[in-house]
């Protein structure tokens, strides 16, 4: 094909572009998911969070779980980005809140004829809106002259100015021997002209050497948390005006939102009246009624999902924390605390088999009977979740100790070592940042023996701190024995997904699968450099097929293109074995080797 520079004769020259192959790239799994309890902030809606300090505005301190310690963990040791999801006992749609139920605190605010006008709400549910304060106050804008008289009836007023009056706002026509209030429906720049409807028409003749004056009526919404402080002005209460109390309530606001109670009270009367600032009340957390289902939630599609389930719309979520889904072991002992805790994490792990694509870092229950902890892993087999064992002990604000579950720091030291090392590397034989003492110090026969069940210690060391010291997923098969192997294995489906999406509607051809396997193979020889597979070479490490055989004409005829993809992962060294060799006449000679 002759390039453009090189045209001659005039002429048609095909100039059609070569197929273009995209390269692949290592995707993100670094990015966590946590669900539990929280101050405030949206209930049952995924937020991306980069900081610890993003997580304290939108969802306060700590209430009764232990939500924000395991987010704070997770940025404490590493982490970069995760997702919350507030959750809480709340009133199914259509059903009327009870008193077990989270709800937002709220006051009514009355209107000049004593009628319902507004209805302020805190932001979110929980008793923090209770602290809210509130008020309203009127104010004036823009003024202007009129310039030419109006008689009764008229829907149109020649001003002097139209600058600062705006569609939708309120406007007070008033000379010295009375007033009238109107809409603007439209203003008319050019000519200087304020129209309004006529249905709320004027009921007297004004003169312009009255002289009449036109002026904007406005109000403000003060709202006030501690040193939290908002005022929003210029607010009117026709939907029509770009200061529309709740939209530009619902855009600005932190602490409230506000619903327009459409009161039948006529113009100036609607507007709220201005009395002192009170506190909103009423507001529940539906904390202490929390029940599984809540934590779990559902997914009844796009408008309608709860708890963890809502996770199901947040793909680049790869690690998933729920942290107080041991609450139930404190709130209510025994079986239906325990039966409660294995539905949660039934949920988690059921979740990341169906999505294949993320992983659960469960937390033992807090005991000191390692036999009820082993009784605990044997209820699991799944090569997407991994267990941790004993909680360990941090300082809350107060500066005391307390035992928190260490779901969320392991998360965090995930995602550190991925960024620093990659995927590929366990998650273990590293400081838990923020861990001041571990609720049980196991002895190394009771490491040995938690060990053999798959279970994921946290160790003490003199000198070494407090680390994580196993990476042991809850997998009976031996394939899937490594935290960092399943991990390896969702970053490979994710890269591979999203790396070969340019292939869809390419042709189902030979050439088409030469360039699919090139694209691969260069993606895995560049992890392979990395040291994320085992093997020596690149062909002992990983393997790509795309041909004949993969793609025979009747699967081709339904459209479908079929590559294999085999990798050999590097596993971690688990033991070290050290011989120590006396001979005689000599010094002691070590010889280790890794097993």
């Avoid at 094909?1 to 070569?18: F, K, N, S, T, V």
């Avoid at 005022?231 to 009117?236: E, I």
């Avoid at 530009?248 to 507007?271: G, I, Y």
């Amino acid at each position: 094909m002759r390039p453009a520079g090189e045209l001659r004769p005039p002429g048609i020259y095909a100039a059609r572009d070569e197929l273009r192959v995209e390269g692949l790239q290592v995707a993100d799994t670094r990015t966590a998911a946590f669900v539990g309890l929280a101050q405030k902030g949206p209930l049952d809606q995924p937020m991306r969070l980069r900081s610890w300090t993003e997580f304290v505005d939108n969802y306060g301190t700590d209430l009764q779980g232990y939500l924000s310690r395991a987010v704070e963990g997770f940025f404490q040791n590493g982490g970069e980005t995760c997702y919350v999801v507030r959750v809480a006992h709340r009133a199914k749609d259509g059903e009327r809140p009870g008193m077990e139920h989270a709800v937002c605190a709220e006051r009514v605010y009355l209107d000049g004829w004593d009628k319902p006008t507004l209805k302020v709400r805190a932001r979110s549910e929980g008793r923090w809106g209770n602290n809210v304060w509130t008020h309203f106050t009127a104010t004036t804008g823009a003024k202007a002259l009129l310039t030419m008289d109006l008689d009764v009836g008229a829907g149109v007023a020649q001003a002097s100015t139209t600058r600062g009056f705006e569609r939708g706002a309120l406007v007070k026509i008033f000379d010295r021997d009375g007033a009238d209030y109107v809409i603007i429906t439209e203003i008319d720049e050019a000519n200087r002209q304020l129209h309004w409807s006529t249905e709320t028409p004027v009921r007297r003749r004004y003169r312009a050497a009255g002289p009449t004056y036109l002026e904007v009526f406005e109000f403000e919404l003060h709202a006030a948390l501690r040193d939290q402080r908002e005022v929003h002005r210029g607010l009117q209460l026709s939907p029509m005006s770009r200061r529309y109390v709740e939209r530009v309530v619902e855009a600005e606001s932190h602490l409230v939102r506000v619903e327009d109670l459409k009161t039948k009270s006529p113009p100036p009367h609607f507007l709220p009246i201005d009395r002192p600032a009170e506190k909103l009340t009423g507001g529940r957390d539906g904390a202490d009624t929390l029940t599984a289902d809540d934590l779990i939630g559902w997914d009844h599609g796009p408008a309608d999902r709860r708890g963890l389930m809502s996770l199901v719309a947040v793909p680049d979520a790869a690690m998933i924390a729920v942290p107080d889904g041991v609450l139930w072991l404190k709130r209510t002992p025994g079986p239906a605390g325990e039966m409660a805790l294995q539905r949660v994490q039934d949920a988690m792990i059921n979740l990341c088999e169906n999505e294949k694509d993320r992983f659960a870092f469960l937390d033992a229950p807090n005991t000191i009977d390692i036999e009820a902890v082993r009784r605990w892993r044997r209820r699991i087999d799944s090569s997407y979740a991994a267990l941790y064992y004993p909680w360990i002990e941090i300082r809350n604000p107060a500066g005391e100790l307390v035992a928190v579950p260490p779901s969320g720091h392991i998360c965090g030291i995930a995602s550190r070592l991925e960024r620093e090392v990659g995927v590929h590397q366990a998650p273990a034989n590293a400081i838990i940042k923020g861990a001041q003492d571990l609720t049980i110090k196991l002895t190394e026969d009771h490491m040995g023996i938690l060990d053999a069940e798959a279970i994921n210690c946290l160790r003490m060391s003199t000198g070494r701190g407090i680390r994580v010291w196993g990476a042991r997923t809850l997998a009976s098969d031996p394939d899937w024995r490594y935290v960092n192997v399943r991990r390896l294995f969702i970053m490979l489906r994710r890269s591979l997904m999203d790396g070969t999406r340019w292939v869809v509607w390419e042709p189902n051809t030979p050439n088409t699968w030469d360039l699919l396997k090139l694209s691969v193979n260069g993606f895995l020889q560049t992890l392979w450099g990395k040291g994320m597979f085992a093997g020596g070479k690149p062909e002992d490490s990983f393997f790509v097929q795309c041909d004949a055989e993969t793609n025979p004409s009747d699967q081709r005829d339904l459209g479908q293109m079929v590559i294999n993809v085999g990798v050999a992962p590097a596993i971690p060294a688990e033991f070290i074995m050290v011989r120590v060799v006396q001979v005689m006449g000599n010094e002691p000679v070590a010889d280790s080797s890794v097993e």
